[in-house]
Every structure is written in structure tokens, then in C-alpha cells.
């Protein structure tokens, strides 16, 4: 019983090492780098893994301010995404009407199909989603005919 108790009171002092980084990368929530999007005001992101313009696995985190949507576009390849805080509200199609998008909870998962025009964004509170995806990755913008911009 005195082991015990003595491993108890000792165990908040003890030094705890990051794992060899050979192993594993740790990447901390107040180490992620957030970046203002270009396209889309307020919007911001920080990429985790990878580098989506280029080819291969990425990992990144897109961050919608409460009333932010993303226009209609597309991407070329399937994107996964998981939505980690909030109400991500979806729609599809060429016409932006975001009073027809569908409500998607944290903890939620959803899959954007190779090149199907669609929008995203947050209404009332802040979300934050999680997309992986395979590279090269580029968003194309388009109007309401659906055409490219």
C-alpha cells in the first residue's frame, strides 16, 4: 500500500519526453498555423499533413467564423471530411442558396465527390471540419450555369 501511495504523490512530478520524432509527428492544436483563405472572407485553414497542390495524402483544417459559406465549386479528386466542432451546413449544386443546406453535427463524416459542385459553411457558431485527400487538390470556383469561373 506505501508503493502505491508513494507512486501517486510522485507522478505529477514526472518529466514526460514528446515520443522520438523517428516514430511519430505530434502536431499540438496551439501549434496549428491558421491561414486567412484567399477566395473566401473570414475563412481560414491550416494544413496538418502534406501539401494538398501537390501530389499525394494530405491532411488539413478549415475553420468557417459563424455565417461564413464557402461559393459553389468543386475539387478533381474525393475529399473526407470530419467535422470536429459545430454545424457544418451543406448544399450542392451551381445556385447558392444557403437556406437549403443540410445540417451536419460534430463527430459527423461526409465524402465530396471528385468534381460535384457544392458549398459549405457555418450559420450560427463557428465550425471546424477535418479534410483528407489525395493531391493534387485545387478548388474551381463556378457560376450559377455550373461553369468554371
Not at 514528446?18 to 492544436?29: F, K
Request: with cysteine.
Amino acid at each position: 500500500m506505501k508503493c502505491v501511495l508513494v507512486f501517486a504523490l510522485a507522478a505529477p512530478f514526472i518529466a514526460l519526453a514528446d515520443p522520438d520524432p523517428a516514430a511519430m509527428t505530434l502536431t499540438r492544436e496551439a501549434d496549428i498555423r491558421w491561414v486567412e483563405n484567399p477566395l473566401v472572407p473570414g475563412l481560414r485553414s491550416a494544413v496538418l499533413y502534406g501539401s494538398p497542390p501537390k501530389p499525394g495524402p494530405y491532411v488539413i483544417r478549415v475553420r468557417f467564423p459563424p455565417g461564413t459559406f464557402s461559393p459553389p465549386h468543386f475539387h478533381a479528386e474525393d475529399r473526407q471530411i470530419v467535422v470536429i466542432k459545430g454545424t457544418w451546413w451543406v448544399g450542392s449544386g451551381a445556385k447558392w442558396d444557403r437556406d437549403s443546406t443540410t445540417p451536419v453535427s460534430a463527430g459527423s463524416f461526409v465524402i465530396h465527390h471528385a468534381n460535384q459542385i457544392h458549398y459549405d459553411g457555418a450559420k450560427d457558431e463557428e465550425v471546424i471540419v477535418q479534410i483528407t485527400g489525395v493531391g493534387t487538390n485545387a478548388t474551381t470556383l463556378v457560376d450559377e450555369s455550373g461553369k468554371p469561373k
